[in-house]
T-cell receptor
Framework: EDKVVQSPLSLVVHEGDTVTLNCSYE??????LLWYKQEKKAPTFLFML????IEKKSGRLSSILDKKELFSILNITATQTGDSAVYLC????????FGAGTTVTVRA | GAVVSQHPSRVICKSGTSVKIECRSL??????MFWYRQFPKQSLMLMAT?????????EQGVEKDKFLINHASLTLSTLTVTSAHPEDSSFYIC???????????????FGPGTRLTVL
């Protein structure tokens, strides 16, 4: 059975802090690992990672994949209140398995 | 590009009725679409894989006679919740993967979701 484990389950930070979210996985068919941000609606795409060691960046967000150790991290620097959301990690082929998510709360 | 729409966005129905939810890929073709269910404060749980022109594949524990899936064309999949009960109240989300190659291969595009409340 495919397994995607995210940690921590939740965290609270203050604006300007840096957060690091973890995602480890064991799946039968790996094609990519995807990160999504979910507020009170459907998930919005952040990153898709397919190769080890290549960091992807988008503004204050960055992510990297380690296919040998089977994990990924998502970093958010200089956090803002608008970063408050659930961050989901999903892994697989065309069919994805989702982790439980990490709830990030950024306090002003 | 690569937009997925869902209709309706919100539906309230009485127990025992059936509800149909549509998922459309607006600007790309999707031979496969996925249906997820998300209960409050939980992650997305895959219910079934919808295949254009053939039967859907259901995940373990999902009743295929209760959740009817029809993938009638390359841009439309429908999920019908039959004889809905209050425990079926949830957020239903569809997605379609990009399968036309390039850097976006395997990227999943999600619909906006449908919130179903069964009274």
């Amino acid at each position: 059975e495919d397994k995607v484990v995210q940690s921590p389950l939740s965290l609270v930070v203050h604006e300007g802090d840096t957060v690091t979210l973890n995602c480890s996985y064991e799946v039968t068919n790996f094609r990519s690992l995807l990160w999504y941000k979910q507020e009170k609606k459907a998930p919005t795409f952040l990153f898709m990672l397919t190769s080890s060691g290549i960091e992807k960046k988008s503004g204050r967000l960055s992510s990297i994949l380690d296919k040998k150790e089977l994990f990924s991290i998502l970093n958010i620097t200089a956090t803002q209140t608008g970063d408050s959301a659930v961050y989901l990690c999903a892994v697989g082929d065309y069919k994805l398995s989702f982790g439980a998510g990490t709830t990030v709360t950024v306090r002003a | 590009g690569a937009v997925v729409s869902q209709h309706p966005s919100r539906v309230i129905c009485k127990s025992g009725t059936s509800v149909k939810i549509e998922c459309r890929s607006l600007d790309f073709q999707a031979t496969t679409m996925f249906w997820y269910r998300q209960f409050p404060k939980q992650s997305l749980m895959l219910m079934a894989t919808s295949n254009e022109g053939s039967k859907a594949t259901y995940e373990q524990g999902v009743e295929k006679d209760k959740f009817l899936i029809n993938h009638a064309s390359l841009t439309l999949s429908t999920l019908t919740v039959t004889s809905a009960h209050p425990e079926d109240s949830s957020f239903y989300i569809c997605s379609a993967p990009w399968t036309s190659g390039g850097a976006r291969e395997n990227e999943q595009f999600f619909g906006p979701g449908t919130r179903l409340t069964v009274l």
